[in-house]
């Protein structure tokens, strides 16, 4: 969706949008590629079908994009929010985990450096949005930095109280990412 919203049709001069989140997609690209290659056939199957789904909304957002809003600032306002709903998904995800460590009181399922990263991740794109003046991409990384912050204090205050050589004492699934 970034990709799309930092395209000249959609938002001029986003140079920085485009191939970061270019170069994102192509690694995203590689990795689905190599888990395509050593995965089993159910699991390949079920990649194609979610591939196919995202393609098929892809396909939408642009044709709905391209057809319906004529002006760059109707398509970027269009895209952007999309791209913003998906975005403090990504950023939103960990509350899974940061609700493991409050009833836990242990930090043994959050990982510090993807806490730490979500959190700079934040940090860096919240001042392009500032000197830009993209509220699109403020909006989902202000909440992003806000939900690292969060993970990071968390971190902190649990991290003492956290055995790390008790037995995994809640359910694997609750904590890994789900079979594909």
Partial sequence: MWVFYGLPIVHPDSLLIITINGVGLVIEGVFVTIFFIFSNNKKRKRICFYLLIEIIFMAAVVLI??????TTQKRSMFVGILAIVFNIGMYTSPLTVMRMVIKTKSVKYMPFTLSLFNFLNGVVWVIYALLKFDINVLIPNGLGTLSGLVQLILYAWF?????WDEDDKAP???????EI
């Fill in 65 to 70: 994009t391209l057809l319906v809003f004529q």
């Fill in 172 to 178: 694997a699934q609750q904590v890994q990412l789900s």
């Fill in 159 to 163: 991290y003492r109280t956290t055995k």
